[in-house]
């Protein structure tokens, strides 16, 4: 009866860490191609879109990893 209960928290969880993963490469291949793009340019448009990104993977680096610490203990 717990088992059914929790088994749609671990989907959930699953998930969830699915979802991040694949936020997390989405920003990596965005961060790649503003990276080819700063190094043509110093536009500060650039430079601010290449930090939001980092700010932005770096964010949803620390989500994946608090929510496998979380639901995913070793």
């Not at 770096?58 to 994946?64: F, I, K």
């Not at 929510?67 to 203990?73: D, K, T, V």
Request: proline share 3%; hydrophobic share 35%.
């Amino acid at each position: 009866m717990l088992k059914d209960a929790w088994d749609p928290r671990g989907d959930q969880a699953k998930q969830a860490q699915t979802t991040l993963k694949r936020q997390f490469k989405e920003l990596d291949q965005q961060q790649d191609s503003l990276v080819e793009r700063l190094i043509e340019t110093t536009s500060t448009k650039v430079l601010t879109a290449v930090l939001f990104l980092h700010h932005s993977k770096s964010y949803t680096n620390v989500q994946l990893a608090k929510l496998c610490a979380h639901h995913f203990p070793k």
